[in-house]
T-cell receptor, first 112, second 112 residues
Framework: KNQVEQSPQSLIILEGKNCTLQCNYTVSPFSNLRWYKQDTGRGPVSLTIMTFSENTKSNGRYTATLDADTKQSSLHITASQLSDSASYIC???????????FGAGTRLAVHP | KAGVTQTPRYLIKTRGQQVTLSCSPI?????VSWYQQTPGQGLQFLFEYFSETQRNKGNFPGRFSGRQFSNSRSEMNVSTLELGDSALYLCASRTGQEYGYTFGSGTRLTVV
C-alpha cells in the first residue's frame, strides 16, 4: 500500500534554533517528493520539489534531502522564526499522472 | 498573476443537504484536483480533472463528484451530506502533468 509517514507528529522549538523533520515513504512508482508548509486554515504552500535524481534542494532557510534508495526524506529548518510555526507536509507523487500521496504532517511550534 | 481561487471560504450546511464548491485555477492551468483535509485523516485526494475529463479518482463514495468546464474552472459536489463530511476542501491547479501544484486557500465546510 502506498504510504507516507512523517515524524515527529509535533515539535516545539525555541526561536533561532534549527530542526529536522523526517519523512519515510513506500510509494511506487515514485515520481517526485515535495514538502509543503501549511498555516492553520490555509492551503499548503510548496517549499521544495525533488525528483528521483535530486538528493538536496534548498529554499531559503529550508533544505530538503532525498535518499531514493532508503525512501527517506528530511526537511531541515535553519535559524527558526516565529513565522515558521505551521504544519509541514511531505507529499509523494505517484505514477505518470503524479497522483499525490500525503503524509499526516508535522506540526511545528516556534516559541520566543 | 492571480492564484487559485476557491469559493465560498466558509459554508454551513445541514445533514442530508447537498453542496457545490467552486475552484478557479491559475490562468493557463488545465488540471484541477480536489482534496479533503480533516484533523483525523489529514489530506486525502478526491479527484483530478484535466481538460474537462476526470483522469484520477481517490477512494471516496459516489456522493462526491466533480466536473470541469471548458475554461478549466471546476466544481465539486457533495450530496446527502453527513457530519463526517465536515472538512477543509482544497483544490490545486497545475499546467498539465508537471510537478508544480498550487493550492487554493480552501473552503471550510461544516455540516450540522
Amino acid at each position: 500500500k502506498n504510504q507516507v509517514e512523517q515524524s515527529p507528529q509535533s515539535l516545539i522549538i525555541l526561536e533561532g534554533k534549527n530542526c529536522t523533520l523526517q519523512c519515510n515513504y513506500t510509494v511506487s512508482p515514485f515520481s517526485n517528493l515535495r514538502w509543503y508548509k501549511q498555516d492553520t486554515g490555509r492551503g499548503p504552500v510548496s517549499l521544495t520539489i525533488m525528483t528521483f535524481s535530486e538528493n538536496t534542494k534548498s529554499n531559503g532557510r529550508y533544505t530538503a534531502t532525498l535518499d531514493a534508495d532508503t525512501k527517506q526524506s528530511s526537511l531541515h529548518i535553519t535559524a527558526s522564526q516565529l513565522s515558521d510555526s505551521a504544519s509541514y507536509i511531505c507529499v509523494v507523487g505517484e505514477g505518470g499522472y503524479n497522483k499525490l500521496i500525503f503524509g499526516a504532517g508535522t506540526r511545528l511550534a516556534v516559541h520566543p | 498573476k492571480a492564484g487559485v481561487t476557491q469559493t465560498p471560504r466558509y459554508l454551513i450546511k445541514t445533514r442530508g443537504q447537498q453542496v457545490t464548491l467552486s475552484c478557479s485555477p491559475i490562468s493557463g492551468h488545465r488540471s484541477v484536483s480536489w482534496y479533503q483535509q480533516t484533523p483525523g485523516q489529514g489530506l486525502q485526494f478526491l479527484f483530478e480533472y484535466f481538460s474537462e475529463t476526470q483522469r484520477n479518482k481517490g477512494n471516496f463514495p459516489g456522493r462526491f463528484s466533480g466536473r470541469q468546464f471548458s475554461n478549466s474552472r471546476s466544481e465539486m459536489n457533495v450530496s446527502t451530506l453527513e457530519l463526517g463530511d465536515s472538512a477543509l476542501y482544497l483544490c490545486a491547479s497545475r499546467t498539465g502533468q508537471e510537478y508544480g501544484y498550487t493550492f487554493g486557500s480552501g473552503t471550510r465546510l461544516t455540516v450540522v
